[in-house]
């Protein structure tokens, strides 16, 4: 069955994507005026017109993402909170009172900083949840 692009002329936009059994007139059935109907097995909602022709929608790269080497306490103590984790990782800080004073101390935690290592150890994350805390500690303190 052949299938059609519906298009907003005016919104030069595609609105629908219909199959017929033949060509539809323009305007296809039960739509108003200034809707055409245009053959195409590709297109889809969200093509465009430009007046003649369908038009393939642009691709987006994504975003690139840059993973912070470290992240304030701050940031950390926010992400570890959404998370529900904050008690787990004061009680894993204060078990020991060297790594609570190293934590009292820092400013900010590197990522290769024996004491993440350990925090990262003790709850075992794997490398892609490190860089999702350190991705989300810098955007709940920015």
């Known amino acids: 069955?052949?299938?059609?692009?519906?298009?907003?002329?005016?919104a030069k936009t595609v609105i629908n994507v219909v199959e017929y059994d033949d060509a539809p007139s323009n305007p296809p059935p039960g739509f108003e005026k200034g809707i055409i109907a245009v053959p195409s097995d590709?297109?889809?909602p969200d093509w465009g017109w430009d007046g003649?022709?369908?038009?393939?929608?642009?691709?987006?790269?994504?975003?690139?993402i840059v993973v912070p080497a470290s992240a304030s306490k701050l940031g950390l103590r926010r992400v570890f909170v959404e998370q529900g984790r904050w008690d787990q990782v004061k009680a894993m800080i204060a078990v020991n009172p060297d790594t609570q004073e190293e934590w009292d101390l820092a400013i900010e935690i590197k990522r290769t900083d024996p004491l993440a290592e350990r925090l990262i150890a003790a709850m075992k994350l794997e490398p892609a949840d490190v860089d999702a805390i350190l991705v989300r500690a810098k955007q709940l303190t920015d």
């Open 1 to 10: 069955m052949p299938r059609f692009a519906i298009v907003d002329t005016t």
């Open 42 to 44: 590709e297109a889809g």
């Open 52 to 64: 003649s022709a369908l038009v393939a929608p642009a691709i987006r790269e994504p975003p690139v």
